[in-house]
């Protein structure tokens, strides 16, 4: 009777260091893809905060009376960067509302204030977004969209003549009316736009002013 051939010592150990060559490849590669999911996330959630920011600023200067990038932001600091941009708003009844979009460049943070006056002490509302690489707030003039060397120029604009016009809302020297235009840009992981918001009061060159004339009075 012959008896069963077992393993030897050198046998098992060279199994086992294929099994754990296996095993170590096979983690890698749950590694390798667990971080191209969590980077696909991050992707797709800084894309539609982007697109969210997009489409407020759209909606909210619409209705705005002046948008322009102030000074000091709402904390106080220097805004020479323009790190934040403002809107001001007033509602039905005529009563004036700040809001401001302020980035953390540090923290990667852009953040939605309201506040009542300037100088006064900001409320945050709404959330805060994370994920934003990069952020840029400028006003430009209204004439510059038709000067192919100023920011803000567009080629639709190119032949036409365009005046500036502003006007004092009477809140300081940065919160006037008109047309200036504000560049707002916006980055993060996957995505990467500028936009151009003007203000809902912004008056146009297509502007009509129709004179009325009283209708004469009946004669009895």
Do not use: K
């Amino acid at each position: 009777m012959q008896r069963a051939r077992g393993f030897s010592l050198v046998e098992v150990l060279v199994a086992a260091g294929c099994a754990l060559l296996v095993l170590v490849g096979l983690a890698q590669l749950a590694t390798v893809w667990m971080g191209s999911a969590a980077r696909a996330d991050r992707r797709v959630q800084a894309v539609a905060a982007v697109d969210q920011f997009l489409e407020r600023w759209s909606r909210e200067s619409a209705g705005a009376w002046s948008i322009f990038v102030p000074s000091n932001d709402v904390l106080g600091r220097a805004n020479a960067d323009g790190h934040e941009f403002d809107l001001y708003t007033q509602d039905s009844l005529g009563r004036g509302a700040f809001t401001a979009y302020r980035y953390d460049a540090a923290a990667q943070t852009l953040t939605r204030y309201v506040y009542a006056a300037p100088g006064s002490a900001p409320n945050i509302d709404g959330d805060v977004a994370h994920g934003i690489t990069a952020f840029a707030a400028r006003s430009v003039r209204a004439a510059s969209v038709a000067q192919p060397t100023a920011p803000g120029f567009d080629p639709l604009f190119a032949a036409d003549t365009i005046t500036d016009v502003s006007y004092d809302l009477g809140l300081g020297a940065t919160v006037t009316g008109g047309n200036a235009l504000l560049l707002a840009h916006i980055s993060a992981d996957g995505a990467d736009d500028t936009v151009a918001l003007a203000s809902g009061t912004a008056p146009t060159q297509i502007t009509v002013v129709i004179p009325y004339t009283p209708a004469p009075t009946p004669t009895p």
